[in-house]
DNA sequence: TCAAGATGCTAATTCGAATTATTACTGGGT
DNA sequence: ACCCAGTAATAATTCGAATTAGCATCTTGA
């Protein structure tokens, strides 16, 4: 198998030295650099006749950047049963990475413990991206903490508390997203509301929560929260607007109520929040919010190059779309 | 921004050299090396604290390996038009990359000319990784054949004809597929059939036309091949029993069929080869076979293990499971 | 005719990690 | 005192390309 030729190799096949062949390839032609035309043309001729590329590798240790960006996730993201939720995010982050022009790097090598990957292990490939972004529904407080501790430029899709120190995210911005919805429905006549999900654990489940909260606090109106609920519980409680955190519970209410012959949103309105960690049936529409996931993951890589340049902590939240279901009314 | 931690800052924070750090990462302990325990606990010590990792692209440059093994596609793989594609090759790959404890990098910074991404330019990071597994319905022969010419460890997914030398690949034998499914309807007393598709073009289409042949000749039935045929054609000419490269196109025929009041499989058999070029209806249940991605997946990164510890040049057809449908009769 | 300036190129160093050759030290045996 | 063996670590070099400082050589102008 032929050796691959170097710039020495051709160097020495044009009469020069290395570095005039480094000069040439690089059209360099800043002060101070100097080359005949004649000179030139000879070390393009070979480069010309030999086909000779630059090993790319050579060429990146020379920077600091290795223009490689890692996604983590917990779990392997191609199974299909996981590709629905992880796909969005992945096709910003793709988007965005052939924009800045990095690679992208999945650590499939994070050795799984009890079906989770772990970020750190007694041999954290982790830094091998020059920075990274985190991507799942929850993310092991304690990786986070690590993660500011030890300074790896990371960017995590979805808000997340400051775990010693605050921690660089884009996330979506569920708190206003709620409130509006219960804006509408209170506009539209609606005064008792329940909110079905455990609204608690993940920041994206708290966040869901707090805006409920605020909304029926600002508008004086009954709001109660049940981290799961039957339709005879909600119905008995005289709500007649519920907020779903999932979005299959939603569509199971709706269906609940339909099969009894309660009209949806005519008896019931159901409010759907967007999270979908089962998959739900597709023949419901539930009004609602749509989470901007493949904007997140586009800001999130944005982000993450803000990090690697500037060295700052960018938090932002972007806004959910809302949903024109059938479901409220 | 904190730079990126290097031996020689280990060293320094133990107190020893920065070979000493080396010789202890990698663990060496052949015959002339030697390191007091005391001393590589320490050094372990501050590795562990900061959680080095070696850079991998100064490591690439001196050895050949970084367990990283790069997927090429001449597009992103997950816009969700694509993803049902790719996704469940994907999935085999990042299964068996995980097995053998590589990580998976996606060659998203090659930038796309026309739409398309191109292996090879001025500065292609191909080789940024170990070994690289080609992943597309159709590779440019060019890229091929420098592949090959270059000695660039890769390994195809789906059978490729020589390009300036064997080209390593893990396909689906998609010749004794289709032959088996001429058979069958044989058996049932077809014996007039259509092949509708392409048949020429990528290897894929071009063995299944291949294996069609082989098998009207073989049982001396009566075969004709057409790319695309309207319904009236097929049956003007007195076909029975239609296969489909593309499985929409087969979907639609059984469709066209029973609008005008035929029945599958009762006038008319329509068989499927796999090809998903486009989406299909799914309430139609085509006879035919299913095309193992998920494990052509698995294999080609196996494969291309292969490649990176032997130098050879291993070439494999999987078989195609067949699939009961409701169109054979 | 010789200093000043321009021109054209190269030697040497750098990047980060791996490897080989070599040094420094200790203790035991004679 | 001296040699040898064993141990522990380091200096120096390598990979391929990029970069900088600097060395020749050649012009000019006074």
Redesign the interface.
Known sequence: ??K?LTQQDIARMAGVSQATVSLVLNNRTDSGVRIADETRARVLEVIRRTGY?????????HD?R???LGVFTYE?????TR?DFY??F??G???Q??EV?????????A??TEGKRRI?S???????ADGCVLLGRSIDRDDLA?LVA????FVSIGRRDDAGGPVPHVGADYVSAVRNLVDRAVALGHREFAYVGAGTGAESSADRLRGFKQAVAAHGVQGTHVSFAGLDQLLGAGVTCVLAEEVSDGAALVLAARERGLSVPGDLSVLSLGAATRPAPDDVVLTGFRIPRREMGRRAVQALTEV????TTPRELLACEFVEGTTLG
């Open positions: 198998m032929a691959r590329v630059a090993n790319p590798i050579a060429r990146r240790l600091q290795n223009r490689i392997a993201v191609f199974p299909s590709a796909q969005p992945l096709e982050i793709e988007e990475a052939e022009g990095c690679d992208l790097l999945l650590f499939t090598s050795k799984a750190f007694d041999d954290s490939r982790i830094r091998l690590q030890e300074a790896i430029p690697l340049e500037h060295g």
